[in-house]
């Protein structure tokens, strides 16, 4: 018996995770180090939709976005940022920002439709007429992270909260969660931080934004991304941040 024939019968386990290994490889599968990469990437990306000219270099527009509609309430370079046209919940008028008695209301769709889309797709979207976003004001490297968290980055929001802000969340584990995660800056109150309303205020009257900057940080603090760890996870902070004082 020759030895590979002996190999084959004696260790098949071995040989398929030879053969899984050689074949992700070959293949340029993702490996751990790219995984976390891309995470990083993505986060910074929703930290980008949120409020992309507080943490690049490029120019900051003064005027209002052409496409923003008239009757619409911002102005200025707040007409620019993504969330204020399609939502924290990604859903644009469908979603949270539908209602036309709101402050955000614009009457734009979301992105959660430009889901697994093509990042250079994407890329042209957010530099065609409607967008008008210019390499003046974002990089190379700012676009595809925003891409990105477009295209693979999204959380389906009307599938962990309602539109009544109904969460399906276990505040109980999510009160384990922060407090090792979030209590060190937020406090056991969640209202350490004086610049910021507390977080049960928060919480409460916007579920969808706490969930995006739990997993995606606030722009220009050192607010961590949790972005690598289960979804459920951030879900369950919500959850408990909810039950923290208004």
């Known amino acids: 018996m020759t030895f590979v024939k002996k190999y084959i019968l004696e260790y098949p386990i071995c040989l398929f995770l030879t053969l899984a290994v050689l074949i992700g490889v070959l293949s340029g599968a993702t490996t751990p180090a790219q995984a976390a990469e891309d995470q990083a990437k993505i986060a910074r990306g929703g930290l980008l939709y949120d409020k992309w000219f507080a943490i690049t270099q490029g120019e900051i527009p003064r005027k209002t976005n052409k496409s923003y509609p008239e009757t619409s309430k911002k102005k ?67 676009f595809n992270d925003l891409a990105l968290f477009v295209s693979i980055g999204q959380v389906d929001m009307p599938k962990y909260i309602s539109l009544d802000k109904k969460i399906k969340g276990d505040a109980k ?11 060190g800056c937020h406090g056991l109150d969640g209202k350490k931080i004086d610049d910021m309303p507390p977080l049960g205020k928060v919480a409460n009257s916007n579920p969808w934004e706490t969930l995006h900057k739990i997993r995606n940080g606030q722009p220009g603090e050192k607010m961590p991304a949790l972005r690598a760890l289960p979804l459920q996870v951030a879900v369950d902070l919500v ?3 909810k039950t923290l004082p208004k």
Request: charge should be positive.
């Open 76 to 142: 200025g370079k707040n007409s620019w940022r993504c969330k204020e046209c399609h939502g924290w919940d990604y859903q644009g008028v469908k979603g949270a920002y539908g209602n036309k008695e709101g402050s955000h209301y614009t009457g734009i769709k979301g992105i959660s439709g430009a889901a697994g889309a093509d990042l250079s797709k994407i890329v042209a979207v957010l530099k065609d007429e409607t967008h008008g976003y210019s390499d003046a004001m974002m990089n190379k490297d700012d």
């Open 173 to 183: 584990k999510g009160k384990d969660y922060y407090g090792t995660i979030c209590v």
């Open 239 to 241: 959850a408990y941040t």
